[in-house]
């Protein structure tokens, strides 16, 4: 079977423009910096729950209430708080599941920030660590990438198993950058 010219250069272009595409590109010798955050917030979260959560999945009400301490790169933001008032079903054996969510925080200038996110939780020690990664899609700060971890003290499984799980205070922090 005769090969012709036209397929053989087809195949070399082809085969150079792999090479070059696939070859390693220079690294500079200055890494690109991460840009600093914009935000940066330490607080508490507390939250209540009614009627109290038991090992038996139920409906009921949830509300949280968020302070932050924050250090904004513009030395504008020196605050901030959240709150949410929301109902669910569950149990104590499945409160660790994911979640989507809209956020909104408001902060010391007046104004505020809405993040659309999704979270998951992990138990680890003794502690519910939840982490929340979203972009603020609203307000200040619009575009940027918002985390939040929450950390609360896990249910007892007493509470549990009796009068139900009402309530936890943790530390919370959020950088968005």
């Not at 220079?26 to 939250?47: F, K, N």
């Not at 408001?106 to 992990?122: F, H, L, M, N, R």
């Amino acid at each position: 079977m005769a090969v012709s010219r036209t397929w053989m250069r087809s195949v070399a272009l082809a085969a150079v423009t792999a090479l070059v595409t696939c070859a390693p590109t220079s690294v500079s010798a200055h890494p690109h910096p991460r840009p600093p955050a914009q935000l940066q917030c330490q607080g508490t979260e507390s939250v209540t729950y009614d009627p109290g959560v038991t090992l038996w999945p139920r409906k009921f009400d949830v509300r949280t209430d968020g302070q932050f301490d924050c250090t904004d790169s513009a030395g504008k933001v020196k605050s901030g708080s959240y709150g949410e008032h929301f109902s669910l079903t569950a149990g104590c054996n499945d409160l660790l599941g994911g979640f989507e969510e809209q956020r909104t925080f408001s902060w010391s200038t007046g104004d505020t920030s809405v993040v659309d996110a999704s979270g998951s939780s992990t138990a680890v020690a003794g502690q519910v660590i939840t982490t929340i990664t979203g972009t603020v899609t609203q307000g200040r700060f619009l575009g940027r990438t918002a985390v939040q971890v929450i950390t609360l003290p896990q249910p007892g499984v007493l509470q549990c198993l009796t009068t139900g799980f009402t309530g936890a205070k943790g530390v919370t922090t959020l950088v968005i950058t």
